[in-house]
C-alpha cells in the first residue's frame, strides 16, 4: 500500500466516513446556494429607479419587470431556491445514512437540472445588461445605464449570486458523483 490510501494497480481504498464528510460539505454548498439564488432573485425582484424628465411630472422609469427576461429571471432563481430549501432535508439525511445511493443518484439528476435552468436564466440577463451597459449601434439601441445608474448596479450585481449558484451547483455534482464511486 502506499501513501494516501492508494493500492498498487490504481485501487483507492475507501476512507471510513469520507462519504460522510462529503454530505457535511454538499450541505454547506447547498445553504450558501441558497443564499445566491435568494440575493439574486430579491436583488431583482426590488430593483427599479426613476428619474424626472423636466419636470415632475413627467418622469422615466425603469423596473425589472419590464423587460420579461428579468421577469423571468426572479421566478427561476426563487425556484431554484425553493428547491436547496427541499434538498436540505435530503442532504442531512446524507450525514447520517453515508452509504445511500439512490437519494444521490436524484439529487444529482434534480441538481443538473437546477444548474440548467440557472445557467440558461443568467446568461439570459447577462445578455440584457451587456445591453443595458453597451447598447447596440447597428439595431439602433441606446445604453440606459448612463441614465440609470443605481438599476444598472443592482442588475449587474443580481447576476453574481445566479452565476455563483451555478458553479456550485457543478461542485455539488460532481461531489455526489464521487460519492456514488465510492459506495
Not at 21 to 48: E, K, N, Y
Not at 98 to 112: M, N
Request: hydrophobic residues 55%.
Amino acid at each position: 500500500m502506499k501513501a494516501g490510501g492508494a493500492v498498487e494497480g490504481g485501487e483507492v481504498t475507501k476512507v471510513p466516513g469520507g462519504n460522510r464528510a462529503i454530505a457535511i460539505i454538499d450541505l454547506i454548498l447547498r445553504i450558501m446556494a441558497i443564499f445566491g439564488t435568494l440575493a439574486s432573485a430579491v436583488a431583482m425582484a426590488t430593483t427599479d429607479e426613476t428619474l424626472p424628465f423636466i419636470t415632475q411630472f413627467i418622469q422615466f422609469k425603469a423596473q425589472y419587470d419590464d423587460i420579461p427576461t428579468f421577469r423571468v429571471f426572479v421566478i427561476v432563481n426563487a425556484t431554484v431556491c425553493g428547491y436547496l430549501v427541499l434538498s436540505l432535508a435530503i442532504s442531512t439525511f446524507h450525514i447520517f445514512r453515508s452509504r445511500a445511493a439512490k437519494t444521490r443518484a436524484v439529487l444529482i439528476f434534480l441538481d443538473s437540472i437546477m444548474l440548467a435552468a440557472v445557467t440558461a436564466v443568467a446568461s439570459a440577463a447577462a445578455a440584457i445588461v451587456y445591453l443595458a451597459h453597451n447598447g447596440n449601434a447597428s439595431a439602433n439601441w441606446s445604453a440606459i445605464c448612463q441614465q440609470f445608474q443605481n438599476f444598472c448596479e443592482r442588475i449587474s450585481g443580481s447576476l453574481i449570486g445566479s452565476f455563483g449558484a451555478a458553479l456550485i451547483f457543478i461542485l455539488l455534482i460532481i461531489l455526489s458523483a464521487i460519492a456514488l464511486c465510492r459506495l
